[in-house]
């Protein structure tokens, strides 16, 4: 997860792991999970949701693939609305510094 400098590292993980919940040995939100960070890292927009930054005014989602069926998709891999991830989020981080950087550097249970 926390690999974004070896981005070639990171692809292979989210394979493993989509490889490793098909066999049922991995949970799809820890997939769910990589696969953003990975999208992200390359600089594509994330498919789920899963990836914040915090910043000096708030919390805001990394850049995301199609908004109006985001919740599908988070409910397709068993991740809640985003409304209720971001109100977690904000409650969780409202006391942090605000120093800007990834949500999920962070907490990355949380993201």
């Not at 098909?22 to 789920?48: F, V």
């Not at 995301?64 to 998709?73: T, Y």
Request: include cysteine.
């Amino acid at each position: 997860m926390h690999s974004d400098d070896e981005p070639d590292f990171q692809r292979a993980a989210t394979t493993l792991l989509q490889r490793a919940v098909h066999a049922g040995d991995a949970l799809i939100q820890h997939w769910a999970h990589l696969h953003d960070r990975a999208l992200i890292t390359s600089g594509h927009a994330q498919e789920y949701g899963t990836q914040f930054l915090l910043r000096a005014n708030g919390i805001e989602l990394c850049p995301l693939r199609a908004p109006e069926s985001l919740d599908e998709r988070r409910a397709s891999v068993g991740l809640p609305p985003i409304a209720v991830a971001l109100n977690t989020v904000r409650r969780r981080y409202t006391s942090m510094p605000r120093a800007e950087s990834t949500l999920a550097d962070a907490f990355p249970e949380a993201a």
